[in-house]
């Protein structure tokens, strides 16, 4: 593993630079609030020059925790527990199968990896939509399995999430709580999993938790105006950054 260097890092960054990476920490909190996705992918593309690439998953899963945990306590009235608990469940052995297989590659696959899942991610939930897909308890079963894998290697797995739900008749601020009671149990299960691994030490933890922190302004903020504001405009505009981003990483790929 590349070792990571807290205080190099931090000695890097400038006062301007720390304060524009917390205000894109803030923003990406405020879309992954109002959207349910798009808060890690966001972050996550823009820091990743700064960030090992061995670090940028493990990294991030540290800052999602941070926004779904606290727009979990904002949306509690509003998550189905039962469907929720049932998903992350059946995720759990391959969430830790994900990550195994993230540690064990080379950082060119990760990049690859990395930016083919960014795109592949976008497809599938155009497509689930457009063909207006309806699936039941055995449906989230195998959606479960699905995301599990891809949340260990990839940036940004919660489009999928968000496509199982929303295929399995959950509406409006169900699907956010759901969603972040899910992704909740899914990075805590990351991180420990990454933890074991060696790939996440106490910097990267440190790091992580200090930009977490401000996601938690940004979900109190997303759940101000989540009702007030539609997220067709915003959601074409984040998937438009997200292929912007699959472009970069695969590009890093080729010429790594």
């Given at each position: ?35 349910g996705y798009g808060g890690g992918m966001t972050l996550g593309i823009l820091v990743s020059p700064f960030i090992p690439i061995k670090l940028l998953v493990p990294l ?197």
């Open positions: 593993m590349e070792s990571f260097d807290l205080y190099a890092f931090t000695s890097s960054l400038s006062y301007l630079h720390i304060a524009i990476l917390l205000f894109v920490a803030l923003l990406a909190s405020i879309i992954s609030g109002i959207s991030m899963s540290v800052f999602v925790f941070c926004s779904n945990a606290s727009r979990m306590y904002y949306y509690r009235d509003s998550i189905f527990w039962k469907k929720g608990l049932y998903f992350a469940l059946i995720g759990t052995p391959f969430i830790i199968l994900g990550t195994n297989f993230y540690a064990g590659v080379s950082d060119k696959v990760l990049y690859f990896c990395l930016g083919f899942g960014l795109a592949f991610v976008i497809i599938v939930r155009r497509v689930f939509k457009k063909i207006n897909l309806t699936i039941g308890w055995f449906g989230l079963a195998v959606m479960a399995v699905f995301y599990g894998t891809i949340s260990g290697v990839i940036l940004g797995p919660g489009a999928v999430l968000l496509t199982a739900l929303a295929s399995n008749g959950m509406v409006g601020s169900a699907i956010i709580g759901t969603d972040s009671l899910i992704t909740c149990i899914n990075v805590v299960i990351r991180l420990v999993s990454f933890r074991n691994l060696g790939l996440l030490n106490n910097d990267a933890l440190l790091i992580g938790s200090s930009i977490g922190v401000v996601a938690i302004l940004g979900s109190y903020i997303a759940r101000k105006i989540v009702d007030k504001l539609g997220v067709k405009l915003h959601t074409l505009v984040i998937e438009i950054c997200i292929i912007l981003g699959a472009i970069v990483m695969i590009y890093r790929a080729l010429t790594i």
